[in-house]
């Protein structure tokens, strides 16, 4: 059984960088498309970035299009969400969600189409 694990959220000002991280755990996670989620308080959960498991192809909603870069490093398990240039309205809590049922140039963007998630960390950015 894949297990995922979020950390590095905390909380910046404006115009600060962080960096998340997803670890996995039980399965090796090249076999996995992985994506990032956030939610924000009274919101619905969105997807901010993909990547393929070969990390070939990423994906990125256009709200951090410019801004956040994802990467993975299938050798120590790890898929990284690097967010630059942030802003308050990137305040949420932030999941990463793993799936094996993709083809290589494929990472889904919808929260129903990954089976495994991490319990999420929260990135607050505010001055």
């Known amino acids: 059984q894949l297990q995922l694990v979020e950390s590095g959220g905390g909380l910046v000002q404006p115009g600060g960088s962080l960096r998340v991280s997803c670890a996995a755990s039980?399965?090796?996670?090249?076999?996995?498309?992985v994506g990032w989620f956030r939610q924000a308080p009274g919101k619905e959960r969105e997807g901010v970035s993909c990547?393929?498991?070969?990390?070939?192809?990423?994906n990125y909603a256009d709200s951090v299009k410019g801004r956040f870069t994802i990467s993975r490093d299938n050798a120590n398990n790890t898929v990284y969400l690097q967010m630059n240039s942030l802003k308050p309205e990137d305040t949420a809590v932030y999941y990463c969600?793993?799936?094996?049922?993709?083809?290589?140039?494929?990472?889904?963007?919808?929260?129903?189409?990954?089976?495994?998630w991490g319990q999420g960390t929260q990135v607050t950015v505010s001055s």
């Open positions: 990547i393929t498991s070969s990390g070939g192809t990423t």
């Open positions: 969600a793993a799936d094996p049922r993709y083809l290589n140039n494929f990472c889904p963007k919808s929260s129903w189409q990954y089976d495994y």
């Open positions: 039980g399965r090796a996670l090249d076999n996995y498309a």
